[in-house]
């Protein structure tokens, strides 16, 4: 067991999780600039990889991210070390917060710090996303999925694990008969 390589996985996610509000898809950028591009634990492809799984399983995106990432990099340990490190400056933050934020709620420099920081997570989604479209395949196949699931979850209220889950087996679908295709 590497114990350096566990304590970097530990203090990359502590800072992550430390420096990002938003939750999950704000810290997306900043896992991808971390560990592939400062760290190159994981490559680009494994950050598209990391979104599909940790959406499509049950938990914050954010700790499903860290978990796989820690896994891939070191293991049960790298995994267990890499969630620790995402949860424990919110998990800290929170409970101070808690107490303090009882007392001074009604100041109007509070709601003006909240307000700011709504722009901001709303900017890092915005990059997230912009960062997810860009790696990835664009035919109409995909624009019509991405069309479909937006209407579906945003429009008609489709639950979002149903929604994933279509996707998922139309993905299936599609690929199965895009390769029986490409063997005739």
């Known amino acids: 067991m590497n114990i350096q390589k566990l304590w970097a996985l530990f203090c990359t996610f502590f800072k992550i999780g430390a420096f990002t509000f938003g939750g999950g898809y704000a810290m997306i950028p900043l896992i991808q600039k971390e560990t592939v591009e400062n760290k190159h634990w994981i490559t680009d492809e494994d950050i598209l990889e990391i979104i599909a799984i940790a959406e499509s399983t049950p938990g914050p995106i954010a700790i499903n991210s860290a978990t796989f990432v820690g896994y891939r990099t070191a293991g049960v340990a790298g995994a267990f070390c890499a969630t620790l490190g995402v949860v424990l400056p919110s998990f800290c933050i929170i409970l101070g917060i808690s107490y303090i934020l009882r007392e001074f709620q009604e100041l109007k420099v509070i709601q003006y710090a909240f307000g700011g920081i709504r722009v901001g997570v709303l900017a890092l989604l915005f990059k997230a996303l912009w960062s997810m479209y860009q790696k990835s395949k664009k035919n109409w196949v995909s ?42």
Not at 144 to 154: D, E, H, I
Not at 167 to 183: D, E, K, P
């Open 143 to 184: 624009y019509a999925v991405m069309a479909g699931a937006f209407t579906l979850t945003a429009f008609l209220k489709v639950d979002v694990l149903i929604v994933i889950i279509s996707c998922a087996v139309f993905g299936l679908i599609t690929s199965l008969l895009a390769h029986r295709r490409a063997q005739k």
